[in-house]
């Protein structure tokens, strides 16, 4: 069965701490890769995706992923933290393109 | 801009009773799905439906039941409520752009059943 793992549940930060997320997949084909964001009391929205092409994307509000194939990761970054950027994280793997497979979500708390 | 509505956002109801929870969207777009969200687990998928009239089920339909008359609109039903179905219920939309799909969320409806 697809799986999507994400190692940590929760994260706390100081504001302009470097943050990485880990993301990890067990599908071995072609796969869409997504992660999505929470914010407290917001419904989900996308925040990068990645289909093809350069392994490094670029997503709003700073963030970026890559993608490496070799270790089927899917790693999220942010050279530096705001406060704002406290919430739920969740990496997501769509390996038949429309049906989605969600990792458990990443708590991040920022503090000010 | 894509909007997924869903008809509550918080909702409490009895062990027994049957539940519906409506979701809309304005996009045209072709699939829409339900997923229910849980503390540590994630987003689980219960249905999806590819078309007017289709569905399959997800990871963990049990429990519950579907409906897709109209393109725009995609109900969950519980048929006969539990306690172990208190969640936040999402639901989501998706079309075929540019070779890939995006899902779009709405806002949830968090179910409390007692």
């Known amino acids: 069965a697809q799986s999507v793992s994400q190692h940590n549940h929760h994260v706390i930060l100081s504001e302009a701490a470097s943050l990485e997320l880990g993301c990890n997949y067990s599908?071995?084909?072609?796969?869409?890769l997504f992660w999505y964001v929470q914010y407290p009391g917001q419904h989900l929205q996308l925040l990068l995706k990645?289909?093809?092409?350069?392994?490094l994307v670029k997503g709003i509000k700073g963030f970026e992923a890559e993608f490496i194939k070799s270790k089927f990761s899917f790693n999220l970054r942010k050279p530096s933290v705001q406060w704002s950027d406290t919430a739920e994280y969740f990496c997501?793997?769509?390996?038949?393109?429309?049906?989605?497979?969600f990792g458990s979500g990443t708590k991040l708390n920022v503090k000010p | 801009d894509v909007k997924v509505t869903q008809s509550s956002r918080y909702l409490v109801k009895r062990t027994g009773e049957k539940v519906f929870l409506e979701c809309v969207q304005d996009?045209?777009?072709?699939?829409m799905f339900w997923y229910r969200q849980d503390p540590g687990l994630g987003l689980r998928l219960i249905y999806f439906?590819?078309?007017?009239?289709?569905?399959e089920k997800g990871d963990i339909p049990e429990g519950y039941s579907v409906s897709r008359e109209k393109k725009e609109r995609f109900s969950l039903i519980l048929e006969s409520a539990s306690t172990n179905q208190t969640s936040m219920y999402l639901c989501?939309?998706?079309?075929?752009?540019?070779?890939?799909?995006?899902?779009?969320f709405g806002p949830g409806t968090r179910l409390t059943v007692t």
């Open positions: 989501a939309s998706s079309f075929l752009d540019r070779g890939f799909y995006e899902q779009y």
């Open positions: 599908y071995g084909g072609t796969v869409n």
């Open positions: 990645y289909f093809s092409g350069d392994p």
């Open positions: 997501a793997v769509a390996p038949n393109f429309n049906k989605f497979y």
């Open positions: 996009m045209d777009h072709e699939n």
């Open positions: 439906s590819y078309d007017v009239k289709m569905k």
